[in-house]
């Protein structure tokens, strides 16, 4: 509490730039966790404002009616209110700009929110996504893949899960010194598994190779892992840095895999931009939105100018090359880019995307964040600044993801279990530090925390809220729910996400849902078919019960998961 | 003339047929009148039937004696046909060149069409002025309906009957109609019920450099206003546009000598603009080797997205006018046929809910559109691959299509129709068996005896089989104002129509089965729970209350 220099302000306005008209006067309180604006309207309508959402506020010069300060959200929602004294606006900017910039991992929201769980409630919440779960439903371990224990205690790699899974043909020693031929001891590990066509997915970081390095170790791993596919003699390399990026690193030790060296590899580069170009990219995005009254001209300029669509398609391109190489040549692939935890994570998880439809449904996507981004050490509290720390840690990879997972939803509106909204959800808790799920930058660091104990996680409070971010149109036995995706990704099917970024001005936002409108009416269909029953089981001298309750297995099937969803 | 004459090469076998994202068809292909037909002569294989109309420009090659013609048509697709026999396709190639381009309307296609299905309701009687003037009578006794067209002396591209302000006599009106472009006259476009406000549209005044006046104009447009009240002039130019129509003797509203109105000027392309923009949209959607930069910057230059939202900026504002400011609205631009049609006819959809059903928008095209004159010959004779130097066309209603959708997309719920009767309409203006969008004025169309000779449009949209196709599932009607969003991320590409044929639309059309499924399922539902309420209901009567277990 002690950063609050002014805990409430009345008379302030909440402006809305486009439509003035819509603006609305009210009472603003700062507590120690959300800015809450109170309207003096009949309706004393609330918004709430976590802290740790703020990106950044910003006073503008006074005017007669006011001191206009502008906050920013890290969820792009962006709020003007004009504060009658400029005192007060100066108050209410020192506290918000350090509230907004916690300087240790205790300040967090995660340790003050108390969602009244009990004790032993919460730690069931923890073991809701279970990781050795998700490898035995792809059928790990198995006569050729099996854990090894040799991160036990993280030994072996900081930033990697204690548990992995490696090819048992290589041998312990191998796997040591694969680690230490890689950067930061990444070393290729399993990520996915297809059973279909016994072809892998593996993931590390980049080799210590400079100009002229090698480790028969490494080249060892790789051909153990080739050979883990037994139908095939060859396997890729996606690297998915730009060719001469990779080759940069190289006068620095590291670089990536010398072909003559290892056998029947085929390295590709897939050009995806580093974490320093997609962060200028997203802000140039983002200045967009923000342009009082663009043109159409504007508008698109811009969205070109910021390069960031253009990024969308590599980020998805380079999801597609290995869904390709897995599903249609069944050859397996090992994907790295520098560290191994950005474009590796963005590319893994999108090619599991389009080749597991369970990674489709709402709890799949929660287990592949979970196994390619949290546990494989995304480094969530740099990448979406938790803390008050380095700008240029900071860059929008998790962003990227889930707008190509929407990118796709666009193109199959079927094939997934969840909606929009679910991934702005996801969006905004990854950056809102809420919940324990992604502090901390890797697995160790998590543990570190006691985040387990001190925290609560997101994931079943979304699971419990699952009626609301489920897709209306999906169906577990639908075509295109089944199968690989294979998405077209000429530039042209790569839209603006309005939904994600035209937050700026809320008179902009969407009048009517068609999503919104047939969840309504699948839930009125279930209390049709509740209340038809119910009629049913009233005895009835007329033979009216024969066309009461509809039988065909597909109808009565959604009717059993609305069921589910209302427990 | 005979076809025949046109036609050297009547049948080719061996044909290959090529379509993006479509399997290749190997068949016969036939050339008739009004035809290009490839059939493969086995069952369940599609067949295709171009009418040449369709046909907007074709290019040929050649590989040894291969040949190949590429077809393009007017509704954006591109097919390719390999022809064995350089004879052969040199023949099918100044056929279909003949063939797609006859000038005289009564040889098109409509004249000889023979409908398969009986005509249940004669489309070309859809909209009937009298009775439309019943309905506006039981709401208001300010207007009468003139004659003063009768014989299109006055105003050649104006219907014959037209709606007035009650006090002015037609020979007011004849004077009015020498000081306005084209002798289009200010007439009543829409009567707002909610406020009895109005809008009317005209084509520009002739003041010319000298400031010409016309007492009889002034006064039969302030016959609209209320005591007291002021109206606004939407001129869908600029400024400076207006300022130098002055030189060809048109012009503006001089404040002066209209003291009670408001002029606005907006910035809704001229019409030959609009064909150009077309072209380069088109061509940017039809390459698929683009990058991301070159297809945005590309989409940019089309200006085609500038476009949709200057026309629906200025149609928001003219019922902004309407609704929220409570004033009346005349709206024109030059000719008072192209850019005031769009403004007038989506003002109407903005605040009118009878216009955004299936009939309530048949109407309105009828009215706003065909009997308000717009040249639909001239502007659709060529679409987005035409070659020769463009005379009259335009995609101006294919714009105001595009408008339509964005506002349909934005409020999913409130339309009747679907996005499949915005394109199967753009089909239709540029290609059709039916006479509905031949000629360019009432008076044209009477002349070629269109609805003696031809088979309307809604004579056969209107039937219940074909109506199914064009319903949106998700309506539900509501009485309300719709405002659009027109700010630049709220108005997309449409797709439905520009990127048709360069995608697979498989897994969207699965998705609207899918919709369509859950809506009817529900229908079903409460049918039934509707059904046993009422058994329920007559048991209780009969046997007094029901004892449950």
Same mark, same amino acid.
């Given at each position: 509490?002690?950063?609050?220099?002014?805990?409430k302000?009345?008379?302030?306005?909440?402006?809305?730039?486009?439509?003035p008209?819509?603006?609305?006067?009210g009472?603003?309180?700062?507590?120690?966790?959300h800015?809450?604006?109170?309207?003096?309207s009949?309706?004393?309508?609330?918004t709430?404002?976590?802290?740790?959402?703020?990106?950044?506020?910003?006073?503008?010069?006074?005017?007669p009616?006011?001191?206009?300060?502008?906050?920013?959200c890290?969820?792009?929602?962006?709020y003007?209110?004009?504060i009658?004294?400029?005192?007060?606006?100066?108050?209410?900017?020192?506290?918000?700009?350090?509230?907004?910039?916690?300087? /240790?991992?205790?300040?967090?929201?995660?340790?003050?929110?108390?969602?009244n769980l009990?004790?032993?409630?919460r730690?069931?919440?923890?073991?809701?996504?279970d990781?050795?779960?998700?490898f035995?439903?792809?059928?790990?371990?198995?006569?050729?893949w099996?854990?090894?224990?040799?991160?036990?205690?993280?030994?072996?790699?900081?930033t990697?899960?204690?548990?992995?899974?490696?090819p048992?043909?290589?041998?312990?020693?191998?796997?040591?010194?694969?680690?230490?031929f890689?950067?930061r001891?990444r070393?290729?590990?399993?990520?996915?598994f297809?059973?279909?066509?016994s072809?892998?997915?593996?993931?590390?970081?980049?080799?210590?190779?400079?100009?002229?390095?090698?480790?028969?170790?490494?080249?060892?791993?790789?051909h153990?892992?080739?050979?883990?596919?037994p139908? +095939?003699?060859?396997?890729y390399?996606?690297?998915?840095r730009?060719?001469?990026?990779a080759?940069?690193?190289?006068?620095?030790?590291?670089?990536?895999?010398?072909?003559?060296h290892?056998?029947?590899?085929?390295l590709q580069?897939?050009?995806?931009?580093?974490?320093?170009?997609m962060?200028?990219?997203?802000?140039k995005?983002?200045?967009?939105?923000?342009?009082?009254?663009?043109?159409?001209?504007?508008?698109?300029?811009?969205?070109e100018?910021?390069?960031?669509?253009?990024?969308?398609?590599?980020?998805?391109?380079?999801?597609?090359?290995?869904?390709?190489?897995?599903?249609?040549?069944?050859?397996?692939?090992?994907?790295?880019?520098?560290?191994?935890?950005?474009?590796?994570?963005?590319?893994?998880?999108?090619?599991?995307v389009?080749?597991?439809?369970y990674?489709?449904?709402?709890?799949?996507?929660?287990v592949?964040? &979970?196994?390619?981004?949290?546990s494989?050490?995304?480094?969530?509290s740099h990448?979406?600044a938790?803390?008050?720390?380095?700008?240029?840690?900071?860059s929008?990879?998790?962003?990227?993801?889930?707008? /190509?997972?929407?990118?796709l939803?666009?193109?199959?509106?079927?094939?997934?279990e969840?909606?929009?909204?679910?991934?702005?959800?996801?969006?905004?808790?990854?950056?809102?530090?809420q919940?324990?799920n992604?502090?901390?930058? /890797?697995?160790?660091?998590?543990?570190?925390?006691?985040?387990?104990?001190?925290?609560h996680?997101?994931?079943?409070h979304?699971?419990e809220?699952?009626?609301?971010?489920?897709?209306?149109?999906?169906?577990?036995?639908?075509?295109?729910t089944?199968?690989?995706?294979?998405?077209?990704?000429?530039?042209?099917?790569f839209?603006?996400?309005?939904?994600?970024?035209?937050?700026?001005?809320?008179?902009?936002? +969407?009048?009517?849902?068609p999503a919104?409108?047939?969840n309504?009416?699948?839930?009125?269909?279930?209390?049709?078919?509740?209340?038809?029953?119910?009629?049913?089981?009233?005895?009835? &001298?007329?033979?009216?019960?024969?066309?009461?309750?509809?039988?065909?297995?597909?109808?009565?099937?959604?009717?059993?998961?609305?069921?589910?969803?209302?427990? | 003339?005979?076809?025949?004459?046109?036609?050297?090469?009547p049948?080719?076998d061996?044909v290959?047929?090529?379509?993006?994202?479509?399997p290749?068809?190997?068949?016969t292909?036939?050339?008739?009148?009004?035809?290009?037909?490839?059939?493969?002569?086995?069952?369940?294989?599609?067949?295709?039937?171009?009418?040449?109309?369709?046909?907007d420009?074709?290019?040929?090659?050649?590989?040894?004696?291969?040949?190949?013609?590429?077809?393009?048509?007017k509704?954006?697709?591109?097919i390719?046909l390999?022809?064995?026999?350089?004879?052969?396709?040199?023949?099918?190639?100044?056929?279909?060149?003949?063939?797609?381009?006859?000038?005289?309307?009564?040889?098109?296609?409509?004249?000889?069409?023979?409908?398969?299905?009986?005509?249940?309701?004669?489309g070309?009687?859809l909209?009937?002025?009298?009775?439309a003037?019943?309905?506006?009578?039981?709401?208001?006794? &300010?207007?009468?309906?003139?004659e003063?067209?009768?014989?299109?002396?006055v105003?050649?591209?104006y219907?014959?009957?037209?709606?007035?302000?009650?006090?002015?006599d037609?020979?007011?009106?004849?004077?009015?109609?020498?000081?306005?472009?084209g002798?289009?006259?200010?007439?009543?476009?829409?009567?707002h019920?909610?406020?009895?406000?109005?809008?009317?549209?005209?084509?520009?005044?002739?003041?010319?450099?000298?400031g010409?006046?016309?007492k009889?104009d002034?006064?039969?447009?302030?016959?609209?206003?209320?005591?007291?009240?002021r109206?606004?002039?939407?001129?869908?130019?600029?400024?400076?546009?207006?300022?130098?129509?002055?030189?060809?003797?048109?012009?503006?509203?001089?404040?002066?000598?209209?003291p009670?109105?408001?002029?606005?000027h907006k910035?809704?392309?001229?019409?030959?603009?609009l064909?150009?923009s077309?072209?380069?949209?088109?061509?940017?959607?039809?390459?698929?080797?683009?990058?991301?930069?070159?297809w945005?910057?590309?989409?940019?230059?089309?200006?085609?997205?500038?476009?949709?939202?200057?026309?629906?900026?200025?149609?928001?504002l003219?019922?902004?006018c309407?609704?929220?400011?409570?004033?009346?609205?005349?709206v024109?631009?030059?000719?008072?046929?192209?850019?005031?049609?769009?403004?007038? +006819?989506?003002?109407?959809?903005i605040?009118?809910?009878?216009?955004?059903?299936?009939?309530?928008?048949?109407?309105?095209?009828?009215?706003?559109?065909?009997?308000?004159?717009?040249?639909?010959?001239?502007?659709?004779?060529?679409s987005?691959?035409?070659?020769?130097?463009p005379?009259?066309?335009?995609?101006v209603?294919?714009?105001?299509?595009?408008?339509?959708?964005?506002?349909?997309?934005?409020?999913?719920?409130?339309?009747?129709?679907?996005?499949?009767?915005?394109?199967?309409l753009?089909?239709?203006?540029?290609?059709?068996?039916?006479?509905?969008?031949?000629?360019?004025?009432?008076?044209?169309?009477?002349k070629?005896?269109?609805?003696?000779?031809?088979v309307?449009?809604?004579?056969?949209?209107?039937?219940?089989q074909?109506? &199914?196709r064009?319903?949106?599932?998700?309506?539900?009607?509501?009485n309300l104002?719709i405002?659009p969003?027109?700010?630049?991320?709220s108005?997309?590409?449409?797709?439905?129509?520009?990127?048709?044929?360069?995608?697979?639309?498989?897994?969207?059309?699965e998705?609207?089965?899918?919709m369509?499924?859950?809506?009817?399922?529900?229908k079903?539902?409460?049918?039934?729970?509707?059904?046993?309420?009422r058994?329920l209901?007559?048991?209780?009567?009969?046997?007094g209350?029901?004892?449950?277990?």
């Amino acid at each position: 509490m002690e950063h609050i220099r002014t805990p409430k302000v009345e008379n302030v306005h909440m402006i809305d730039r486009l439509t003035p008209r819509k603006s609305t006067v009210g009472t603003l309180y700062l507590s120690s966790t959300h800015t809450i604006f109170v309207e003096n309207s009949e309706a004393r309508k609330e918004t709430w404002v976590l802290h740790s959402l703020v990106y950044n506020v910003e006073r503008l010069p006074t005017n007669p009616s006011g001191s206009p300060l502008l906050i920013r959200c890290k969820n792009f929602h962006v709020y003007r209110l004009l504060i009658p004294q400029e005192k007060d606006c100066l108050d209410v900017l020192a506290s918000l700009t350090r509230l907004s910039r916690p300087e /240790c991992y205790g300040e967090l929201f995660c340790f003050s929110f108390n969602p009244n769980l009990d004790k032993e409630l919460r730690e069931k919440a923890w073991g809701f996504i279970d990781l050795k779960a998700e490898f035995s439903r792809m059928g790990i371990p198995s006569n050729l893949w099996h854990v090894t224990a040799a991160n036990h205690e993280y030994r072996l790699c900081e930033t990697y899960p204690s548990e992995l899974f490696v090819p048992k043909s290589a041998f312990p020693a191998v796997i040591v010194g694969s680690a230490k031929f890689r950067s930061r001891g990444r070393l290729p590990v399993l990520s996915y598994f297809h059973r279909d066509t016994s072809a892998s997915i593996c993931r590390s970081s980049q080799p210590l190779s400079g100009f002229s390095a090698r480790s028969t170790d490494d080249e060892q791993m790789l051909h153990a892992i080739m050979k883990s596919n037994p139908v +095939s003699e060859l396997m890729y390399v996606v690297d998915t840095r730009p060719k001469l990026n990779a080759m940069a690193n190289r006068a620095t030790g590291k670089g990536y895999e010398n072909e003559d060296h290892y056998t029947n590899i085929k390295l590709q580069f897939v050009g995806i931009e580093n974490i320093h170009v997609m962060r200028s990219s997203q802000q140039k995005l983002v200045d967009v939105g923000e342009l009082p009254a663009p043109s159409m001209s504007d508008f698109l300029w811009g969205l070109e100018n910021s390069g960031w669509l253009k990024h969308i398609k590599a980020v998805l391109d380079a999801g597609v090359f290995i869904a390709k190489a897995v599903a249609e040549d069944g050859v397996s692939v090992l994907v790295h880019c520098s560290d191994g935890w950005d474009r590796t994570a963005q590319a893994c998880s999108l090619a599991s995307v389009l080749l597991d439809p369970y990674y489709r449904t709402i709890k799949g996507l929660m287990v592949l964040i &979970e196994k390619d981004w949290v546990s494989f050490g995304h480094k969530f509290s740099h990448r979406y600044a938790h803390l008050d720390g380095d700008p240029k840690e900071v860059s929008p990879v998790m962003d990227q993801f889930l707008e /190509c997972v929407w990118q796709l939803m666009q193109q199959f509106p079927c094939a997934f279990e969840f909606n929009e909204r679910f991934l702005i959800q996801l969006h905004t808790h990854i950056y809102s530090c809420q919940y324990g799920n992604f502090i901390g930058n /890797c697995q160790k660091e998590r543990r570190d925390l006691r985040l387990q104990e001190r925290t609560h996680s997101l994931w079943p409070h979304l699971w419990e809220n699952r009626a609301e971010y489920t897709n209306p149109l999906y169906r577990t036995d639908h075509s295109q729910t089944q199968g690989v995706l294979k998405p077209l990704t000429t530039a042209y099917c790569f839209k603006f996400w309005k939904g994600m970024y035209g937050h700026a001005d809320k008179s902009v936002a +969407s009048h009517q849902s068609p999503a919104d409108c047939l969840n309504a009416v699948r839930e009125e269909s279930q209390q049709l078919e509740e209340e038809l029953i119910a009629h049913q089981e009233v005895p009835r &001298e007329t033979d009216a019960g024969q066309e009461t309750c509809p039988t065909e297995g597909e109808e009565n099937f959604r009717g059993e998961e609305e069921d589910q969803q209302a427990v | 003339m005979e076809f025949a004459e046109l036609i050297k090469t009547p049948r080719v076998d061996g044909v290959v047929l090529h379509r993006p994202f479509m399997p290749t068809v190997e068949g016969t292909l036939c050339l008739t009148g009004h035809h290009l037909i490839l059939s493969s002569r086995q069952d369940n294989t599609e067949e295709l039937w171009l009418l040449h109309a369709n046909i907007d420009s074709i290019e040929k090659r050649f590989i040894g004696s291969l040949g190949t013609i590429i077809v393009k048509c007017k509704d954006l697709r591109v097919i390719q046909l390999d022809i064995p026999g350089m004879e052969e396709c040199l023949n099918i190639a100044s056929s279909i060149e003949a063939l797609s381009t006859l000038d005289s309307v009564s040889l098109m296609y409509p004249f000889f069409y023979r409908p398969l299905f009986e005509v249940i309701e004669d489309g070309w009687q859809l909209f009937v002025p009298e009775e439309a003037f019943k309905d506006l009578e039981s709401m208001t006794d &300010e207007w009468r309906l003139s004659e003063v067209n009768k014989d299109f002396s006055v105003c050649p591209s104006y219907p014959s009957l037209l709606t007035v302000p009650k006090d002015i006599d037609d020979e007011s009106l004849c004077k009015a109609a020498s000081f306005r472009h084209g002798g289009r006259f200010p007439v009543l476009s829409y009567y707002h019920k909610k406020n009895g406000m109005v809008m009317m549209r005209a084509a520009q005044p002739l003041t010319g450099t000298n400031g010409r006046r016309c007492k009889e104009d002034e006064k039969l447009i302030n016959a609209t206003l209320c005591a007291g009240k002021r109206g606004y002039i939407i001129d869908t130019r600029t400024v400076a546009v207006a300022q130098q129509a002055k030189a060809r003797g048109g012009g503006f509203e001089q404040e002066a000598n209209y003291p009670q109105w408001r002029r606005i000027h907006k910035a809704v392309e001229r019409s030959n603009v609009l064909q150009e923009s077309l072209i380069k949209l088109v061509e940017a959607c039809n390459d698929q080797s683009h990058s991301m930069d070159r297809w945005l910057s590309k989409l940019e230059a089309s200006n085609w997205q500038s476009n949709v939202k200057e026309i629906l900026t200025t149609a928001c504002l003219a019922a902004q006018c309407i609704d929220r400011e409570g004033a009346s609205v005349l709206v024109h631009g030059t000719e008072g046929t192209d850019s005031t049609l769009q403004v007038t +006819s989506l003002a109407q959809i903005i605040l009118d809910p009878a216009c955004r059903t299936i009939r309530g928008f048949e109407v309105l095209i009828e009215r706003e559109w065909l009997q308000a004159g717009h040249p639909f010959q001239q502007r659709c004779a060529q679409s987005a691959y035409s070659n020769g130097k463009p005379r009259s066309e335009a995609p101006v209603f294919l714009l105001f299509l595009d408008c339509v959708w964005q506002i349909l997309r934005q409020f999913p719920c409130s339309f009747q129709f679907n996005e499949n009767f915005l394109i199967m309409l753009f089909e239709h203006a540029y290609a059709s068996q039916f006479g509905t969008f031949l000629g360019n004025s009432v008076a044209e169309r009477l002349k070629l005896l269109l609805s003696q000779k031809t088979v309307s449009l809604w004579s056969w949209v209107n039937r219940p089989q074909e109506l &199914e196709r064009f319903l949106n599932p998700l309506y539900e009607p509501n009485n309300l104002v719709i405002w659009p969003s027109v700010a630049p991320q709220s108005l997309l590409l449409w797709e439905g129509v520009f990127l048709r044929w360069n995608r697979s639309s498989k897994c969207l059309d699965e998705a609207n089965q899918e919709m369509v499924h859950i809506i009817e399922y529900n229908k079903e539902l409460q049918n039934k729970v509707n059904s046993l309420r009422r058994q329920l209901a007559q048991l209780e009567t009969e046997d007094g209350p029901l004892q449950t277990p």
